[in-house]
DNA sequence: TTCCTTGCAAATCGTTTGCATAATG
DNA sequence: CATTATGCAAACGATTTGCAAGGAA
């Protein structure tokens, strides 16, 4: 159960923090194996997977059918565009009195909390503006 | 597009407005079957998924892999256990007000929110403390 | 030397889809 | 009659896993 040094590790880790936009495995994949050509799909789900369960990374689950993964564990929440799929941080100070409410009206043991937000991104809503002005 | 009378998302349907445990596609199958005992999974996956599209239903992303169901589409949201993998509802009222503040925050548009709280629940809770009780 | 980790490929499993047939409007 | 839905089985795609070989403690 104990953690050995892996070089693979270190790089999916290295690369995950250097990202901000929740890249799923194939992503991590794709790019770390610019630096590690021959590290295998099954090694970067196995990391991703033994990082998370560690908490030194997240999983996201946000409903388009593939995990996500984050490596800022700081309590926040997320926002998904229906459109484009993207995946970006939202910031919302109420996230810890929302746990405090939910303990008050739960009888059950609560240690967590996921909230994902969805719509149309910034970006998207753009490109549908300046679509319409030229159609 | 149009939506045609078929008996067995009526079903579907029906069995699904009588559950509150938010069951996956799997467990509606099981079910259906007794009452309707030649429909396939095919069918319960089209209907479950067609129901959701046009926001009859809700399709729950848990993060246990799988896909759960809800026939209350009211805004609210969910607890899911580690241990025993039930999935309850969790009254809040401050979700509109976080809508609001997600709003505000955010320059993109914002549809829906997902919250799902993750923990042990009551019953799990009691069965460790019997448990602990008795070792 | 012991145990963790890797690469590879095969297996798993929830979900979707193609097709010929049946039911609805 | 036109269109949507069904059952069945095959296909799909993300993730996991078994195994023999390599690397860390």
Known sequence: MAMKYSRQRQVIHNFLMTRKDHPTADVVYQNVRQEDPHISLGTVYRNLTLLADKGEILRL?????????????????????????????????CLEDMLLQARQHFDGEITSLDTCFHGICADCLNAAAKQAAHG
Chains 1, 2 share one sequence.
């Open 61 to 93: 689950h946000v409903g388009d059918g593939v995990d996500h993964f984050d490596a800022d564990t700081s309590r926040h929440c997320h926002f998904v565009c229906s459109r484009c799929g993207c995946v970006t941080d939202l910031p919302l100070d």
